[in-house]
């Protein structure tokens, strides 16, 4: 999971891709990282540790980390929050990464991207998980083909 600075979007879609795992017993290698390494080893913004903390997903012990090249190839999917973090990752690699999407459309939603709730309020938190909820579980029915 991929966004920006790793402290907002992708720890929540960190944290819930993580407990929709749990629930459906999948043993997936989950993790989340930024585009940018500004925010290495603090952990998620405040507001998305309470948002997720209000609905049972405990994000509190997740720190950001900047995306490594060398970890392009570890996981079989790579889903990042917009476009925007989609274009960093391919402009910073020659390789042609064919496991690199978009998670809501990779999701099939019909929102393009998750909006960056950092300038936001709590509201905006609420519909950032509440939208990476749904993306999630259809990311891993889709990847189960149910």
């Known amino acids: 999971m991929v966004c920006l600075g790793n402290i907002c979007r992708s720890p929540i879609a960190e944290g819930l ?3 929709h795992c749990q629930q459906q017993k999948l043993n997936w290698q ?3 990282a930024g585009t940018i390494g500004f925010h290495a080893g603090e952990p998620p913004d405040v507001r998305s540790i309470c948002c997720c903390k209000k609905h049972g997903v405990d994000i509190s012990m997740q720190r950001a980390s900047k995306i490594e090249l060398q970890l392009l190839d570890t996981y079989d999917f790579i889903f990042t929050m917009d476009n925007q973090n989609l274009a960093d990752i391919k ?3 020659a390789i042609k990464l064919h496991h690199l999407f978009a998670i809501l459309p990779f ?3 019909t929102t393009s991207h998750v909006p960056d709730p950092y300038y936001g309020n709590t509201e905006d ?3 950032v998980f509440q939208l ?3 993306a ?3 990311v891993i029915n ?3 083909n149910k």
Do not use: G, H, V
Request: charged letters at 40%; glycine letters at 0%; a negative charge.
């Open 30 to 32: 989950i993790d989340s």
């Open 91 to 93: 402009n910073t690699t």
């Open 142 to 144: 889709k990847i189960l």
């Open 17 to 19: 891709m993580k407990k």
């Open 132 to 134: 990476l909820d749904e």
């Open 136 to 138: 999630c579980i259809r």
């Open 125 to 127: 938190f609420d519909y």
């Open 107 to 109: 999701a099939e939603m």
